[in-house]
């Protein structure tokens, strides 16, 4: 067949086999590519048209013909043309999903397919499983994600099940596509916490509640990152799990699942304690954690540390094998003495008001107003560093001296510990593989509150929980490289979605059957943000037939 360069055609591919001949029907576009300095005409499949009906690529390949000349369509009686749904962001993230290879991943097949439509409706609009349906009836997901049947919100509610069930092989095939033949060094992992509505939810429990929310149970998630911040894995554990006990399961991982030797892992305060380096040594890993400011006072009352240690620059402490990093942050210091003083002068504007009030009511009770100020201390977790009395009608704060000279001898200094060989690994680079802990706390950051919302979490089997989170974890992947593409173009993933989401098709239909839907040029910003993603749009997508509906419509409301 003959073609022209920089324009897409339909292409058809007859193979003959025994007495039989199968016809194949690609949409393909041919582009100019400079090899070794030398313009080179190349071609790349775009679609696969060969299941659709007669009557859809033929009108597709009306669209094309009349590509430079819409108005010769609309003068066509036989020819209709209405507004069409939004195709840029979705079609979009489809390009992103298959080059990180999560669509290879979750597979092709319905459920492989429902899955990436979850993934992508979480980027694009955070919401429930019903949402996610709506969703796919105002934008062209059905044409690009070219599902075989239609769904309501209860196959993604079954889809979720399906995720929990194939998460391993999920997660071991993305890491695979990901690394290649090669295995992480260095592997970073932290836990977090959400809150839950409701309380049947299988996994919910009572713990240590990072939302803050009082009086919601909670799950505990634990997020495994490679050396880059890429998340790897996630588990959900239930609410009263402790941070300790699920980090077991993770070392197990890189020996089992992903076959790695040598590997450090990385952890926060309180991860990585006597058990887990027993864990680590057993499986030949090494670990990079920090100790708490109480191991701190205990180091240095044991002659093993000394305050002058801590200064802005690094210092290194061997002891009995285990190596320390001690650092005092300036900046940190003067943040946590400032926020401490700050603190205790909101504490004395509260006893002075109270004072006030009980000077000039004589019959308010001293004892109420005493009582708001030691509730506003225990807020301000400044119960162990004053002491609040009340006599004669006069609340005092006192303030312990000696304990906020301890106190503040600590401010900015921390103390990172670990077992690698010092012939290998110098001071910075445990410092600075430490510091990468960052990394998965912007990813919680993103999965909880900025973006992704996956709290608070609604659905109640362990199944569906489990694949609610994983959902969430693909979906931060996608936001992760929109966010590294677009960071030069000064503009937020939100917004890049959103006018992305602008580009909307049209509908052409033919007379008799036959409907297609043709993608005008995006605009400059459009272009710009479509370029840095390097994903190029069709210039016509066929009109699927397929169905999307929800079986729960909205109650009526009052304007």
């Not at 190349?42 to 094309?64: G, M, Q, S, Y």
């Not at 934008?139 to 399906?162: M, P, R």
């Not at 708490?292 to 002891?319: H, N, S, W, Y």
Request: overall charge positive; glycine content about 6%.
């Amino acid at each position: 067949m003959l073609f022209h360069v920089g324009i897409m055609h339909v292409h058809r591919v007859k193979n003959r086999q025994g007495n039989k001949v199968y016809e194949q029907i690609l949409l393909r576009e041919s582009y100019r590519e400079r090899v070794d300095g030398k313009s080179v005409v190349k071609k790349r499949t775009l679609l696969n048209l060969t299941k659709n009906p007669p009557e859809v690529v033929a009108a597709i390949e009306l669209a094309l013909k009349h590509r430079k000349d819409l108005s010769a369509l609309t003068s066509t009686k036989d020819i209709q043309l209405r507004q069409g749904a939004s195709v840029g962001g979705v079609f979009a993230l489809l390009q992103v999903a298959r080059r990180l290879g999560i669509e290879k991943a979750l597979g092709t097949g319905q459920d492989g397919k429902l899955a990436l439509w979850q993934v992508m409706a979480r980027v694009l609009e955070q919401g429930s499983r019903l949402s996610a349906v709506r969703l796919a009836k105002t934008v062209a997901a059905a044409e690009v994600v070219c599902f075989e049947k239609g769904f309501t919100e209860d196959h993604l509610y079954e889809n979720l099940t399906w995720l929990a069930q194939n998460q391993q092989q999920i997660e071991d095939r993305l890491f695979a596509t990901r690394r290649g033949g090669t295995k992480p060094q260095l592997f970073l992992y932290d836990v977090t916490s959400s809150y839950l509505e409701g309380e049947q939810n299988a996994l919910a429990d009572w713990g240590y509640n990072r939302d803050k929310k009082r009086g919601k149970q909670q799950i505990v998630i634990g997020l495994l990152c490679d050396e880059y911040g890429e998340p790897v894995s996630t588990e959900v554990f239930a609410g009263n799990t402790c941070d300790l006990d699920t980090f077991g399961a993770q070392v197990r991982k890189a020996v089992e699942r992903f076959d790695c030797e040598r590997v450090t892992f990385v952890g926060d305060r309180g991860m990585i304690k006597s058990a887990q380096v027993e864990d680590l040594a057993k499986a030949g890993f090494h670990y990079i954690t920090a100790i708490t400011k109480p191991q701190i006072r205990a180091m240095i009352k044991k002659g093993v540390f000394q305050l002058g240690l801590f200064e802005d620059r690094l210092c290194e402490v061997l002891d009995d094998g285990v190596r320390y990093v001690l650092r005092r942050n300036p900046q940190r210091a003067q943040e946590m003495a400032s926020s401490r003083q700050s603190k205790l002068a909101a504490l004395q504007a509260l006893a002075d008001e109270r004072n006030r009030y009980l000077n000039e009511h004589a019959r308010a009770d001293q004892h109420v107003a005493w009582k708001k100020v030691i509730d506003k201390a225990g807020r301000l977790h400044l119960g162990s560093l004053v002491t609040v009395t009340c006599v004669q009608r006069r609340i005092r704060i006192e303030l312990d001296t000696e304990y906020l000279e301890q106190l503040a001898e600590l401010d900015g200094c921390y103390a990172l510990k670990s077992d690698l060989p010092a012939e290998t690994v110098d001071k910075q680079a445990i410092h600075d593989r430490y510091k990468d802990l960052a990394m998965v706390e912007w990813a919680f950051r993103t999965c909880k509150t900025t973006h992704l919302e996956v709290r608070p979490v609604f659905v109640r089997t362990e199944a569906n929980t489990r694949g609610h989170v994983l959902v969430v974890m693909l979906a931060y992947l996608l936001v992760r490289e929109l966010k590294r593409a677009w960071s030069h173009l000064d503009v937020t993933v939100r917004e890049g979605l959103t006018e992305l989401g602008r580009i909307c098709a049209m509908e052409l239909t033919i007379k008799g059957g036959g409907a297609c839907l043709r993608l005008p040029d995006p605009s400059v910003q459009g272009k710009a943000l479509l370029g840095a993603l390097k994903v190029k749009l069709p210039a016509a997508l066929p009109k699927s037939e397929v169905k999307v509906d929800t079986k729960k419509k909205l109650l009526p409301r009052k304007l």
